[in-house]
């Protein structure tokens, strides 16, 4: 129990006492009213008051006063000489307390406190009047208020003990009730708690993904700051309100009756595309509710992009590095055996073979990160015993503002790739296997084909299947990324994917890019500058 609960309790047990002591003597003096009502009508009094003669009802009045457990009985003349008292050497003394006026000279019959003889009382006083109706004297009844503190002091004793029992249980309570709920809080005291809560808060707030929680019963419980970004919602305005109805779409409610957490989902949420994880929340087999962190769709995409370029860009240089060293090593061992016009056959038919790839590259495509990946993927194939061939009749002048030369180095990397690993994967001759590719910017498309000889696509999984993330038809964990992506690019430009098998010994993807961009393409940004 808190001080002030103490406090608080002991302040009631005074005023319950208090209270006590004063329903006490108001009871006392009414009871002593009424006796006082009763003597004072009693005609042996009003005889032994005419008479003068206090022997008449002395012993009546003490025998009457010990069977009521009163204090004193006093009776007096109209002078207020005691007629009876219960110490007899006071008789014919005057009554004491000052306070018979109303009652001698008035007529009234009333309850008043006051000092006597015997003590400070409680005195229930009641006129006597004669056979005439004249007033000859007066009754007074009365209780010691010590008597009455010391019946109010039982209770108070009473009281404290109740309190001390109370103070008592309630400490065995709340050490019981405190142990429950640390062990809620996971062992955490409330500073320590508080000082968790805040960190989570602060945290939630610098994350770059958005963060949003709902409870068993599908109201949002908190968003962090990335989410009302990212939506466009002031978090006092959707806290605590049904999830369904803040953000439409979002569908997190579902995993409360699922209770299967769901990782990489595409949605759409408020107009905004993005991909999120989901996850259900269970404190002691029980869902209490489940957590989404998600970004933005173009956030990851574009990532994505970055890091399938890099690895352009990384395959390039280790393939031109490889080869070169390998040349390096032919052109070293040629030397050292004397073999000079052999080196100078060697560097001739390098040369020639690059100055041809070089030249046409350079005439037929204009976009440099485009005519690289092609000059890195050519190096390529020869590390792996394969031949890229490249159509002569392709060509690709000058890109259209809306497409991004970045994202077709993605289409061409991945497509070309796929077709390395069909090729590699399949029992083709070796010396046969191959890639070709073509490039046309006649008419209003972009065409983009890839054609391989290898092992084809694989049965029983349709188009649709292929292209989703995670999908593939080889085994390891990092693959199902490549075709997503490009599906992803093509959509965005609103373009078109043929994927076909050829004879079931090879495959065939094909790419249409449309040249005119929509209003639709200027709304989702895919002219913005890098």
């Known amino acids: 129990m808190t001080l002030s609960g103490l406090i608080k309790l002991l302040i009631l047990s005074i005023a319950g006492f208090a209270y006590l002591k004063h329903w006490e003597e108001q009871e006392s003096g009414e009871k002593a009213l009424g006796i006082a009502k009763f003597l004072a009508a009693s005609p042996s009094v009003v005889e032994a008051i005419e008479a003068k003669n206090p022997e008449l009802i002395r012993e009546k009045v003490e025998l009457l006063r010990t069977s009521i457990n009163a204090t004193f009985i006093v009776i007096g003349d109209k002078n207020s000489l005691r007629y009876a008292h219960p110490i007899a050497n006071r008789l014919g003394h005057k009554m004491q307390g000052e306070d018979n006026d109303k009652a001698l000279k008035q007529g009234l019959s009333y309850i008043s406190l006051a000092e006597g003889s015997l003590g400070k009382s409680v005195r229930g006083k009641a006129p006597i009047f004669s056979y005439n109706g004249e007033i000859i004297g007066v009754v007074s009844v009365g209780y010691l208020v010590t008597s009455i503190e010391n019946k109010a002091e039982h209770f108070l004793l009473f009281l404290l003990f109740m309190v001390v029992l109370v103070v008592f249980t309630n400490a065995l309570i709340s050490n019981f009730t405190a142990k429950k709920f640390q062990n809620a ?100 087999e029980r869902v209490v509710g489940a957590v989404s962190s998600f970004r933005l769709k173009d956030e990851i995409t574009e990532l994505t992009k970055q890091l399938s370029q890099v690895r352009e860009y990384s395959d390039l240089l280790r393939s031109q590095t490889h080869e070169h060293s390998n040349k390096l090593n032919t052109i070293s061992g040629l030397i050292h055996l004397g073999k000079n016009e052999e080196v100078l056959n060697l560097i001739g038919q390098e040369t020639a073979r690059y100055q041809h790839l070089i030249q046409f590259l350079r005439e037929a495509i204009h976009e440099p990160m485009i005519a690289g990946v092609l000059l890195g993927k050519s190096e390529r194939a020869r590390e792996l015993g394969l031949m890229l061939e490249i159509d002569e009749g392709s060509q690709l002048l000058t890109l259209p503002e809306h497409i991004r030369a970045e994202d077709l180095v993605t289409i061409l990397g991945n497509f070309i790739d796929n077709g390395f690993d069909a090729c590699i994967s399949s029992n083709t001759i070796k010396s046969e296997r191959k890639v070709s590719v073509s490039i046309s910017d006649f008419g209003n498309e972009i065409i983009i084909e890839v054609e391989d000889n290898g092992c084809g696509l694989p049965k029983g999984i349709a188009q649709q299947e292929l292209i989703k993330q995670g999908v593939s038809s080889k085994s390891e964990s990092n693959r199902g990324v490549g075709l997503h992506l490009v599906d992803q690019i093509i959509s965005q430009y609103h373009g078109q994917l043929m994927m076909e098998s050829i004879d079931n010994k090879g495959t065939r993807m094909t790419v249409f890019l449309p040249k005119q961009h929509t209003d639709r393409d200027i709304k989702n940004g895919i002219n913005e500058c890098d």
Do not use: W
């Open 185 to 284: 809080i996971f062992g955490f005291e409330p500073e320590e708690f508080g000082r968790l809560y805040m960190e989570l808060e602060v945290t939630l707030s610098t994350i770059k993904e958005g963060v949003v929680s709902i409870d068993a019963n599908g109201y949002l419980r908190s968003i962090n700051r990335s989410a009302c970004d990212i939506f466009k919602v002031k978090a006092k305005d959707v806290l605590h309100r049904k999830m369904d109805e803040v953000l439409p779409g979002n569908n997190l409610t579902e995993i409360l009756t699922s209770k299967v957490s769901e990782y990489n989902v595409e949605m759409m949420v408020k107009g905004q595309a993005i991909v999120a994880n989901r996850l259900v929340l269970v404190v002691d």
